[in-house]
């Protein structure tokens, strides 16, 4: 080090300089390192996890697989909890009003782009979440009972364009996938349907079973049903044909631009530490493409639709956009009025 005879102090100032930057780079670093090693031990304890439906339900029964994996991935449980209700809006408001520690993350349905335009749902799907991965759809179709009159969705069709307003169909309630996709395939028909609204799938298909409307619009709740032969199955509403049921056509198929599938996909509040964020979207890709997930979708009929959080908020923002075309066309605020 270079002294100064003619500046003796000139080696002190030298020192108290270095020793001030050094503990000036120091009170900088350590709550960079001891935030960085908060974040790097998560999880470091049980992790709530939202299920927006009913305990035993198809969707519940996908979550609980799903999570089971995730669980094992992360080395903490995931608690699911069941906050069902407003067609799975209770839920979703509860993960985007939840603090952001990565500790209450849950499913968030794709209707969070219709029920926040219709003001069911609180929050802004576009900025009021942070999204994880979109997990996989539901297998939508239209069933009767095996006495009806229509033997094919064709039948319908021709006997609803001669008696407007005269056909029947069951559905889980205002705005829903069920009631939104029948009213999208009736535009694309020509057609008008007497839609009966239900407060959820479980009566409706009872309703249906009991002969006290004309058709079912669900998600595979009809399934075993048909398989047993207590209702016909004349459409879904996929991309392509389910494989448990390859005999019965699409709507897409039989010529109208309908496909409705409905995917789920898992989320957290906004504000989510990107390291933890990191975590979760591995862990949660990983449970999506393992085998024990694979399994419960494949018995419920819920095609594999993943994509990563990033990907999926492009794909909710495309949703957004659509559902406000749809909800200005179908005149859904009116029927929500109406009730």
Known sequence: MHFDQKNPTSLISRRSLLIGGTATAASVLVPSLSFAAETSAYPERPITFICPWPAGGTADQSMRAICQVAAGVLKQPIAVDNKAGAAGMIGAKAIASAKPDGYTIGQIPISVTRFSQLGTLQADPRKDFTYLARTSGQTFGIAVLPTSKFATLKDMVAFAKANPGKVTYAHAGVGGATHVGMEEFAIAAGIQLNAIAYKGGAQALQDTLGGQVDMLADSSSWAPHVEGGKLRLLATWG?????????????????????????????????????????????FRFAVNSSEFKAVAD?????????????????????????????????????????
């Not at 949703?319 to 066309?329: F, G, H």
Request: glycine share 6%.
């Open 299 to 339: 018995r419920i009929d819920a095609p594999l639709m993943y994509l990563d959080g990033p990907d999926y908020q492009k794909y909710v923002n495309t949703v957004y956009t659509r559902e406000t075309q749809l909800i200005e066309r179908l005149k859904l605020k009116e029927m929500l009025q109406k009730g």
């Open 239 to 283: 991309e392509q044909r389910t494989p448990r049921f390859k005999d019965t056509p699409t709507l897409k198929e039989l010529g109208f631009k309908v496909v409705v599938d409905a995917p789920n996909g898992i989320g957290a509040p906004k504000g989510l530490d990107p390291v933890v964020e990191k975590k979760l979207r591995d862990a």
